[in-house]
């Protein structure tokens, strides 16, 4: 099975994540794209501090009609800091591939910087999402020393292990979780930002009010 990983905080989650995971789905003609909500995210602070449980259930309504979407509360279930390199772990013993991790070009050039970064190269592939005709570092100046053991093939570089780091362009959409939750605050409308079902669902949780 060819399947994508897209984490993060989804707080909340909103249409610009939905058509940036159908776009990277289709352009790496994957089978699935699952969603991964963070419990706590090591590099930055939860805003809100917004429970684990209710954005899995936002997520979950977000992509219920879209049957090559899943969501999966492997994150939130295991509380404390959400570390990518277990959810790859986790995601490559369960469904016994090797998955896509889906990050934008902004968190791919911090990628030094994440827990046990070194084994990351050999355990999954990356799918780099960034705006289109956009400059890109080179992967040395991203990857450092690991730049060495990939190769120019096809659609991007490939390493030994068969792993590659793919560069996707997606279509820009100006949407921010931070100012959807602005907007709430302000009592102003999320309509058309978000799916339906969410933005039914953050009003009467009352979720960022």
């Not at 492997?74 to 990050?103: K, M, W």
């Not at 592939?125 to 060495?148: E, T, Y």
Request: glycine share 6%; hydrophobic share 35%.
């Amino acid at each position: 099975m060819m399947l994508g990983i897209f984490g993060g905080t989804f707080n909340p989650i909103h249409i610009g994540h939905l058509r940036v995971a159908e776009e990277v789905l289709q352009y790496l003609e994957l089978d699935k794209v699952v969603f991964v909500p963070s419990y706590l995210p090591p590099h930055k602070d939860l805003a809100d501090n917004v429970r684990g449980d209710k954005r899995l259930e936002i997520v979950r309504l977000a992509i219920a009609e879209n049957p090559r979407f899943e969501v999966s509360p492997f994150e939130v279930d295991s509380r404390g800091n959400s570390y990518s390199i277990r959810t790859i772990e986790h995601i490559r013993e369960a469904c016994q591939t090797t998955p896509y991790f889906i990050l934008g070009q902004d968190a791919f050039n911090d990628i030094l910087t994440w827990f046990e970064k070194d084994r990351l190269f050999d355990l999954t592939h990356f799918a780099v999402m960034s705006r289109p005709h956009s400059l890109r570092p080179s992967l040395k100046d991203v990857i450092g020393p690991h730049a060495s053991r990939y190769r120019a093939a096809g659609r991007g570089y490939v390493n030994e292990c068969g792993n590659e780091i793919v560069f996707v362009d997606v279509t820009p959409l100006d949407i921010s979780s931070s100012r959807i939750r602005e907007l709430c605050r302000e009592g102003k409308s999320i309509q058309y930002l978000v799916p339906t079902a969410v933005e039914h669902y953050i009003k009467n949780e009352r979720m960022y009010e």
